[in-house]
């Protein structure tokens, strides 16, 4: 099945796909790690865990543009793709995980702000309202490429504005979609959501697991 998209590659400075940032676990080693995370996130690296400890990261130089001709939900859904397949050609005998989260109100997308003004207003706009926080998740393995996109609901409690300007001195909101975490200090803001936590947080393990396990790869039985 062929996807098209106005995804473009950069390779951001410093940022070198032969290194890889190895997450180190027991005596996992080059010759023995199938699976490789196409992100840097720590929030990605702690929830993949989750499922196995065996991995790498390697992020993707996948340069993060939107379309907004697509709903949020393709959007998410073909950046994960880019990032999957743009690490997966230095590492075509692995299984590659890539995501992508967005927050979208109504079909607005709000993305990570670029200043405390673009901040706070995010946190305006997501004030007393019901929001959706899609990731799109891809896994490409040596025989098959699989993707798809997850969508939790938050809703946010109204929020003053020491509220918000009290967020966004602790610089949590800077480097995430929506201008908050849900696991973080942004939790307070957070009155109910329905759907996958760990989606909201950036990485769906339930979604992503099935994904794998229709891929071929082998989750080792949970530790009890």
């Not at 995501?99 to 109100?105: E, K, N, Q, S």
């Not at 990570?112 to 309202?129: M, Q, Y």
Request: charged fraction near 30%; glycine fraction near 6%.
């Amino acid at each position: 099945m062929a996807f098209e998209s106005s995804v473009t590659l950069a390779t951001p400075s410093g940022v070198d796909l032969d290194f890889c940032f190895r997450y180190v676990a027991g005596s996992m080693t080059e010759n023995t790690t199938k699976l490789i995370l196409a992100s840097r996130s720590p929030r990605r690296l702690e929830l993949l865990k989750q499922i196995t400890d065996q991995f790498e990261v390697v992020p993707s130089s996948v340069e993060e543009k939107l379309d907004y001709g697509l709903r949020p939900e393709e959007n998410a859904r073909l950046l994960a793709r880019a990032k999957a397949e743009n690490v997966a050609k230095k590492y075509p005998d692995c299984w590659v995980i890539g995501a992508d989260t967005l927050v979208a109100l109504h079909q607005e997308i709000l993305g990570k702000p670029v200043d405390v003004s673009d901040a706070e207003r995010i946190l305006r706009r997501l004030s007393g309202k019901e929001h959706r926080v899609m990731t799109g998740i891809c896994v490409v393995s040596p025989g098959k490429t699989l993707d798809k996109a997850v969508t939790s609901k938050v809703r946010f409690k109204s929020l003053s504005q020491e509220e918000i300007s009290n967020y966004i001195q602790t610089g949590e909101p800077m480097d995430k979609a929506g201008a908050y975490a849900i696991q973080g200090k942004g939790s307070f803001m957070v009155r109910d959501y329905s759907g996958s936590h760990s989606n909201i947080i950036g990485l769906p393990i339930d979604e992503l697991k099935i994904l794998l396990k229709k891929t071929g790869f082998k989750i080792a039985p949970e530790r009890k």
